[in-house]
């Protein structure tokens, strides 16, 4: 049965395909122009002023493929039938953001290839820690197909990151209700994986539920961070458990000791106040907040990829730019490829929220165009609000991911 909320899918996909005949009046297609132009290199230059590029590690980076190498990576099925016109836009404009031409010879070493050149540009010292992503799964531990819109294996993510061990560290996935969920752990702590990725509402994991008490203790003994996706998502729907996204949930977590990472500081959509006798749907960067103002301390995070996003309200910026307090416990990631949709950050709607200056626009947009991690990097060292910046300690991300020795 068709619901409103299809029926509105659908009828956007078919605005958005329309406008995809005119790709760049669309805003969704990235040019993929190569090379670095000499006239950007002052703007990367002053990117990186007051920066130690061997402590910036991109806390946030896909992976994607269609296991078209060998690499054991899927796509949903629906991502390739035209009768599901949004995940076909979506795996379009995702291929586009990546510079991935979807005849491509392989799409997995096409996405790798792309992402490598990207990273050449950039000083020796930084480091992107490449996200695996397990299967979505059922309440019993069983892989769920039709609720998996991608699958990077931990193997794979590992095997990218050894090739290119001076520009690329990896971070395991693994549901936790798995049968053999403490088992996949302790492989990805021996294969040196750097922090264990979770995206509850698609994966459907409940971070309350007593199963992963032991997962927790292990994950705490470790010191290994877990880097969870708080708020709404949009662009990975998987099994639509929206209410697993709430922020309040990772308590359960922390309360063991875990290290915990919320992804773009949950600054999209709403969650129910549970600590309300009568919880209503509150903002869900506000629960963050709360969160952060607890007292957790260290073991409290923040990743701040795509919050200057055009879906994103202003005020989630300002707060950040604000609370210099916080700044030591946030951290920089791109969620690449994200920042090679032209669309996703609108340049002068920043200008006019008053979180960019007029005259960075134009040599800001110059530079995503060419190389869009530069692009989110420039971007959020320019971004200011009433004087208040992010400090260099955002940027300083590797010490919170090397685990003690014998961890």
């Known amino acids: 049965m068709l619901t409103r909320r299809h029926l509105l899918c ?16 669309a805003g969704l297609l990235n040019p993929c122009r190569g090379g670095l132009p000499d006239a950007l290199r002052p703007l990367v230059e002053r990117s990186f002023e007051g920066l ?11 992976l994607l493929g269609t296991g078209d190498s060998g690499s054991g990576c ?3 099925a629906q991502l390739g039938q035209w009768w599901h016109p949004v995940e076909m836009l979506r795996k379009r404009v995702i291929l586009s953001a990546a510079c991935v031409p979807p005849d491509a010879p392989s799409i997995d070493r096409a996405y790798v290839q792309r992402l490598r050149a990207l990273t050449d540009d950039f000083p020796a010292g930084p480091r992107w820690m490449l996200f695996a992503f397990d299967q979505a799964c059922d309440d019993a531990g069983r892989p769920h197909a039709g609720h998996t819109t991608f699958h990077v294996p931990d193997a794979y993510a590992d095997h990218v990151a050894a090739e ?13 209700y798995r049968p053999d ?17 979770w995206l509850p509402s698609s994966m459907n994991i409940d971070l309350r539920d007593a199963r992963l008490r032991p997962f927790y203790d292990r994950l705490a003994a470790a010191r290994l961070p877990v880097i969870v996706h708080c708020g709404e998502e949009r662009a990975v729907p998987g099994a639509g458990r929206d209410a697993l996204g709430n922020p309040l949930l990772v308590r359960a977590a922390l309360e063991r000791g875990v290290r915990i990472v919320i992804a773009h500081c949950a ?39 795509v919050v200057l996003q055009t879906n994103r309200e202003p005020e989630v910026a300002r707060t950040l730019l604000t ?11 791109s969620d690449y490829p994200l920042p090679g949709i032209p669309a996703a950050v609108r340049l002068p709607v920043l200008v006019g929220a008053g979180l960019l200056d007029t005259a960075d626009a134009a040599p800001l947009q110059a530079l995503r165009e060419h190389n869009p991690l530069l692009f989110d990097l420039a971007l959020k060292r320019l971004a200011r609000w009433r004087g208040a910046r992010l400090s260099a300690a955002v940027f300083a991300t590797r010490p919170h991911f090397q685990r003690p020795m014998g961890a």
């Open 267 to 305: 600054s999209l959509g709403t969650a129910l106040d549970l600590d309300r006798t009568r919880p209503r749907d509150v903002p869900a960067f506000s629960l963050f907040a709360r969160l952060m103002d607890e007292g957790w301390g260290e073991r409290l995070l923040g990743d701040i990829s």
């Open 323 to 333: 609370r210099e307090d916080w700044q030591p416990r946030l951290l920089h990631g």
């Open 10 to 25: 659908c009828g956007a996909a078919a605005g958005l395909f329309t406008a995809l005949a005119g790709p760049a009046r």
């Open 74 to 76: 899927t796509v949903n």
């Open 181 to 197: 969920a403490l088992a996949r752990l302790d492989a990805a702590l021996a294969g040196g994986a750097v922090a264990l990725k």
């Open 52 to 62: 130690d590029p061997a402590q910036l590690w991109d806390v946030h980076t896909h």
């Open 164 to 176: 290119t061990p001076q520009r690329f560290a990896w971070v395991a996935s693994v549901h936790p």
